[in-house]
Nanobody
Framework: QVQLVESGGGLVQAGGSLRLSCVAS????????MGWFRQAPGKEHEFVGA?????????HSTGSVAGRFTISRDNAKNTVYLQMNGLKPEDTGVYYC??????????????????WGQGTQVTVSS
């Protein structure tokens, strides 16, 4: 049974930082492209970024977070991270990790990813 479990969300002031983690189990983590999405109230899932499954583990991020958010992975720990710096109120939402085997990290559609976590809430106050 595949499980993705996010953690690290919380309440932070604008300009602050958070690091989200997503621990995967029940799959061959090293063969999965991992993505991060977020969902604000009343809105659809929005692609945040992704990291490819193969070395050198290239990443792709959406323009609104480029330069502020960094994605990394630790295959030994079956974990993908989202380091978020310079947080803004518009970054508020539920953050989800997602997994797709041998996926392209350039794909931004939520339907592309097969497995999803339950999400972790990030709230940025102004």
């Amino acid at each position: 049974q595949v499980q993705l479990v996010e953690s690290g969300g919380g309440l932070v002031q604008a300009g602050g930082s958070l690091r989200l983690s997503c621990v995967a189990s029940g799959l061959s983590f090293e063969t999965y492209t991992m993505g991060w999405f977020r969902q604000a109230p009343g809105k659809e899932h929005e692609f945040v970024g992704a990291i490819t499954w193969t070395s050198p583990y290239s990443t792709h991020s959406t323009g609104s977070v480029a330069g502020r958010f960094t994605i990394s992975r630790d295959n030994a720990k079956n974990t993908v991270y989202l380091q978020m710096n310079g947080l803004k109120p518009e970054d508020t939402g539920v953050y989800y990790c997602a997994a797709e085997q041998y996926g392209s990290y350039h794909r931004t559609e939520s339907a592309f990813y097969k497995y999803w976590g339950q999400g972790t809430q990030v709230t940025v106050s102004s």
